[in-house]
């Protein structure tokens, strides 16, 4: 019978009939159809593929890793350390090595139990190794009694990992033996080999390299994804050790990425947060983390969290040690113990009605929280695992840490107060934006309120349109002569903005000048900017071209950065290059941006023998609106630089900026003595 055949009620119609008519309806046949009907020539029993063995990961990897992206070839590095992380929390192994050698090939080595590499009962021909390693769904974490907890599963990551490296090689040392077995994009190169003798060595290795065949020419790992990647491991398993290595030559030019390093966190998740928001200012002096073994009837957590004052919330979370970047029922199970803990808090100090329209979003909105679960058969959507689906993963989170943090509450009430004080403000403050764009859509013709200062261009929509950030009255009137009034909008600012990176919240609502600029700009700030608000398509900071220019564009830098950083992730942050000198000779005349670029001139342009003006510009407003649009604004001649923050520097970044804006002057003192050496007092604007 057809696969259609149950919807017309054929297998239906089997199932309710008894066995000997089932059996007779099984042996009905239907008619050959005509010869020729179109469709279905050439379409016969041939016509049907069977994938064997790994061939299917081979045809379709996206299934088994999500692609053959960069992300895709570093999940096969996941897929190996998970199954020694295994071995760790298990209690079997106590250090995992990586090491990334040159040529593309890495290996993940760990002191465990090592996979078994007797004969196999189903497949006596075959070791148990061999199995493993080249069938998919077979492994020794099906069972809970081989493996309480585990991440990866033996024989779907790895022999995944398998059909797609060019070569791979396991070593198993197992009762003093050696052994090794080498395959090639999944395919044995041999049977199981016995190495030799070896008496203080166990566990498994695996070194292997991608097969450029599935990843491309150009793919290879990047020693930076990889260390971080190690290190968190770490973190998640307090009673592991990871030893890093990596091949010198892999590193050049690479910051914050050691030859060598070796991981070992007691603390956990406590040191991993702690290193994450380091500089940061929290809204409790205290962070809140704990960790619970087997709350219920099986299964560990572990968490931290912690409420930052000027900066967007994030969560982090792990199941087994894998990590879901999409979250799930655990992280779920977090935000609900949160809410009600806090409730129940505010109910005892007679703030309930004030706690009422609190939700989870808002005590999550500036919440940094990292998560990690241990439970027994875990369900992930998809093979990737980016999402925990386990019902029974929220229950048991939500009924171990809503206690804890009840009691971390009822210890600490001046601290909790605090706390409760700021959720409930989110919540209000969500409120009121809320009530305002209601009342926006309740008017027919809405008004845009904009700062008295701001020149606005008459382009109504906001591709092509342009607002110039200027420092000062002076330069902001030859700014807006210079224009093009149709696309570009001029907003002056007054001298140097405050620094957000060492002010408070409330400073940071209470400065006019910020506020005007938000207001021009139309996206909102933090969790609440929209980039189809943004009323330009370009936003130019246009400062002098001295130091103090300099400052200020660090300051709005900074600014942009800590409050609205998709407006830089969405390109629309820029620098213009104003020009410090103007050099004429005669009919001859250039302008030079810096000190180099005049020498330049002057031994390029000006090289004849006739006496050459320099005029130094103090400021933009010393600009005739002529020779600031020649210069600066028109886009034909003008040079604008791009404020860009590679994805993979963003920490290198956030911890600059920590360091250079942040209110720790001893963080900034040791910045400029780690760079002396490139400091030149002639350079100086003094």
Not at 269 to 292: A, M, N, P, R
Not at 457 to 466: I, Q, R
Request: aromatic share 6%.
């Amino acid at each position: 019978m057809t696969d259609n055949d149950d919807l017309f009620g054929g297998a239906a119609a089997k199932r309710a009939a008894p066995a000997s008519a089932r059996n007779a309806a099984v042996k009905v046949s239907r008619p050959a159809p005509p010869q020729g009907t179109p469709g279905e020539a050439g379409y016969d029993a041939s016509a049907i593929e069977v994938l064997e063995g790994l061939e299917p990961v081979r045809r379709r990897p996206g299934m088994y890793i999500g692609g053959t992206d960069e992300k895709a070839l570093h999940h096969l590095f996941a897929e190996v350390i998970d199954n020694s992380m295994d071995e760790a929390v298990a209690g079997h192994a106590t250090f995992i090595e990586v090491e990334l050698e040159e040529g593309g090939w890495l290996s993940v080595t760990d002191n465990g139990r090592g996979i078994p590499v007797d004969p196999h009962p189903k497949f006596p021909k075959k070791s148990a190794l061999e199995v493993i390693m080249t069938t998919l769904h077979a492994g020794g974490k099906f069972d809970s009694k081989v493996y309480e907890t585990s991440g990866g599963l033996h024989g779907v990551g790895v022999s995944v990992v398998n059909a797609l490296s060019e070569i791979l090689e396991v070593e198993v040392a197992r009762g003093q033996t050696l052994y090794r077995q080498i395959f090639s994009r999944g395919i044995p190169q041999g049977k199981i080999e016995t190495v030799g003798r070896v008496l203080n060595r166990r566990g498994t290795k695996v070194r292997f390299k991608p097969d450029h065949q599935i990843f491309g020419k150009d793919a290879h790992f990047q020693p930076r994804r990889l260390f971080k990647m190690a290190r968190s491991k770490a973190y998640l398993f307090g009673g592991v050790e990871i030893r890093w290595k990596c091949a010198p030559s892999l590193i050049q030019g690479i910051e914050n990425v050691p030859a060598e390093a070796t991981f070992k966190f007691p603390n956990g998740l406590k040191d991993y947060l702690l290193h994450d928001i380091e500089g940061k200012e929290l809204v409790t002096d205290q962070l809140f983390s704990g960790k619970i073994t087997k709350p219920g009837s099986h299964g560990s957590l572990e968490w931290a969290v912690a409420w930052m004052t000027n900066e967007d919330g994030f969560s982090i979370s792990y199941c087994n040690t894998v990590p879901t970047p999409e979250g799930g029922t655990h992280e779920n199970g977090l935000r609900i113990a949160l809410l009600r803990a806090l409730r129940e808090h505010a109910e005892r100090v007679g703030q309930s009605k004030r706690m009422a329209a609190v939700t989870t979003d808002d005590v999550m909105a500036t919440c940094a929280s990292m998560l990690s679960v241990f439970i027994r058969e875990p369900e992930f959507q998809g093979q990737t695992k980016d999402k925990l689906a386990t019902v029974e993963a929220g229950r048991i989170v939500e009924n171990a840490i809503r206690d804890t943090f009840d009691h971390w509450l009822a210890a600490a009430p001046q601290q909790a107060n605090k706390l409760l004080d700021w959720v409930i403000d989110r919540a209000e403050e969500r409120l009121r934006r809320r009530q305002e764009k209601e009342v926006a859509r309740k008017t027919a013709t809405r008004k845009l309120r904009l700062p008295g200062k701001l020149a606005d261009c008459s382009n109504a929509g906001a591709k092509g349109s342009e607002l110039f950030i200027v420092e000062g009255d002076s330069a902001g009137g030859s700014a807006k002569q210079a224009r093009d009034r149709a696309t570009q909008a001029v907003l002056p600012l007054r001298g140097k903005i405050l620094n957000v990176a060492s002010a408070g919240r409330e400073k940071l609502h209470q400065n006019q000048q910020l506020s005007d600029l938000v207001q021009a700009l139309g996206c909102g700030t933090g969790s609440h900017y929209k980039d189809s608000d943004l009323r330009y398509e370009k936003v130019i900071i246009m400062t002098d071209a001295d130091v103090d220019g300099a400052h200020i564009a660090s300051l709005l830098i900074t600014f942009f950065y800590r409050q609205m950083p998709r407006l830089i992730d969405g390109g629309h942050l820029y620098l213009a290059v104003p020009p410090l000198y103007r050099l004429t000779q005669g009919s001859k005349s250039a302008y030079a941006r810096d000190d180099a670029d005049r020498e330049k001139l002057m031994k390029t342009v000006f090289k004849g023998n006739g006496k050459v003006e320099i005029g130094r510009f103090k400021g933009l407003g010393e600009m005739l609106p002529a020779q600031l649009k020649e210069t600066t604004m028109d886009p034909k001649k003008r040079l604008l630089l791009k404020v860009v923050v590679e994805a993979d520097d963003k920490p290198e970044a956030s911890d600059t900026v920590e360091r250079l804006m942040g209110n720790k002057p001893e963080a900034r003192f040791a910045f400029i003595q780690e760079r002396a050496a490139f400091a030149n007092e002639a350079d100086l604007d003094i």
